[in-house]
């Protein structure tokens, strides 16, 4: 325990500048997204492997939907998990027990026996619902109310989770498709045994957030609000709560399309994409890395962009906007793609890897203005709430994509990804139509 009240805004001595606890969440976070996405990139494969390649041997219909309910499950599992942390748990032992129930499901799916496949899939939703909104919830602590940092902390803290998801496919996704696919998800059980070491090592890194924690907490202003409080909202505040309902909206549509990478885009790179280089062949689930790369890549490029536009750079509306059209477009790229893999052919990668490039545009452009602009929208008392309604968007993009990729095997492809395309490019239109009436609705919050 440190002696003072726990106030690290002061703290610089981490990372550039930041608070030392800064580097102990993000390789929490890190480790954790590693065996995320490294499981999620061997999950639908593995379902619809026959069972003579040692896979379940599932119809792409019923992999698609177990698919869509499991990524649902896991970001849906965030409100529960953020209660937890604020009534009984609080946040430290909370993604310390999350990450243990995360690991303890990845072993559990290296055991080839399908009712192992299943209580793997529910803990870790269960074991991720703890951890992840709590660890995010922990980055806030690292800063005072006020700190100019915290943005900055954010973006950090978003690599580190990018870092994590694009090594994953490399190391889960080669052994579970090279090597066994029950080797592949204990490899993201190991990541995340990794990463909890760490984590515990660094407890006194963390402590002067905990501490603020606590008190925020014992004053009651934690951030979550409870059932009990009288909602009351005035004018304003029910025209902001509006507001977010429309985002809530565009961003279920964006991550129903973009969240397809893990399901049918994976399904289109095993199956129709040629998975040579220069003579030289590689894992289908690495096209999975591609999207953490171009996103590393170019956030420095955007958050250059944005503060270079000064006073022209686009309103919260327009930048969801501008999401919903690049995964559309993303989406109309692989158009012509999928026609000529139905004429037989094995396409080039280039297609998937411009298609995973205007994915990541639309993600940078509407991913980290969803955050910040529920947090700056939300009336301070159901903030946490608001938080948890932001994850519901994720799951219920997530059910929306399983749902879509369902129909890889039943209907024609182009008219498919065509389909998705046409939905999100229409939404683009739609929303730029109200970026009006919604700036009014916003009430002076850009
Ligand atoms: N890629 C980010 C993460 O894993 C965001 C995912 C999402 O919100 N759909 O945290």
């Not at 993201?188 to 957030?209: D, E, F, S, T």
């Not at 139905?342 to 940078?364: A, C």
């Not at 129909?407 to 229409?426: E, K, R, S, W, Y």
């Amino acid at each position: 325990m440190t002696a003072t009240t726990g106030d690290t805004a002061g703290d610089r001595s981490g990372w550039a500048g930041h608070p030392r606890g800064l580097s102990t969440l993000f390789f929490t976070e890190m480790w954790e997204r590693f065996s995320y996405y490294g499981m999620r990139a061997l999950l639908i494969l593995y379902m619809t492997a026959p069972i003579t390649a040692n896979g379940l041997g599932f119809d792409t219909a019923r992999a698609a939907s177990i698919y869509g309910w499991y990524t649902f499950g896991v970001y849906a599992a965030a409100i529960p998990g953020g209660w937890v942390a604020d009534r009984f748990l609080g946040q430290y032992r909370s993604v310390f027990w999350g990450g243990v129930i995360i690991a303890l499901g990845h072993f559990s799916l290296a055991i080839a026996a399908l009712p192992f496949f299943y209580l793997g899939l529910a803990l870790i939703v269960a074991g991720t619902g703890l951890l992840k909104p709590n660890v995010s919830t922990m980055v806030g602590s690292l800063y005072q109310q006020n700190d100019a940092r915290r943005d900055a902390g954010f973006s950090i803290f978003y690599m580190g989770i990018n870092i994590g998801a694009g090594v994953a496919p490399l190391v889960v996704g080669t052994l579970g498709q090279r090597v066994d696919w029950h080797v592949g998800f204990a490899a993201a059980g190991v990541g995340m045994v990794l990463g909890l070491i760490q984590y515990v090592l660094g407890k006194k890194r963390l402590q002067p957030a905990l501490t603020r924690l606590d008190q925020a907490a014992r004053a009651g202003e934690a951030g979550r609000v409870g059932v009990a409080e009288p909602p009351g909202f005035t004018a304003k505040e029910w025209k902001r709560i509006g507001a977010i309902g429309v985002f809530f909206v565009a961003a279920i549509l964006f991550w129903g399309a973009f969240e397809q990478a893990g399901s049918s885009l994976n399904l289109f790179a095993d199956r129709m994409t040629r998975l040579t280089v220069l003579g030289w062949s590689f894992p289908s689930t690495w096209f999975q890395s591609l999207n953490s790369a171009f996103l590393i890549a170019l956030a420095p490029v955007f958050a250059w962009l944005w503060v270079s536009l000064g006073q022209r750079e686009p309103t919260s509306p327009v930048k969801f906007t501008l999401g919903l059209l690049f995964v559309g477009l993303g989406f109309l790229l692989l158009v012509p793609a999928a026609s000529m893999a139905q004429q037989g052919v094995l396409v080039s990668p280039l297609w998937l890897t411009g298609v995973y490039l205007l994915h990541t545009i639309g993600e940078l452009c509407l991913s980290p203005v969803g955050l910040s602009v529920v947090t700056k929208l939300a009336p301070g008392r159901i903030v946490g709430l608001m938080m948890g309604v932001w994850f519901l968007a994720t799951a219920f993009g997530n059910k929306l994509g399983g749902w879509v990729a369902g129909f890889f095997d039943t209907l024609p492809l182009p008219m498919l990804f065509g389909a998705v395309a046409a939905t999100t490019i229409a939404s683009a239109l739609v929303l730029l139509a109200l970026v009006r009436p919604v700036k009014k609705l916003m009430g002076g919050v850009h």
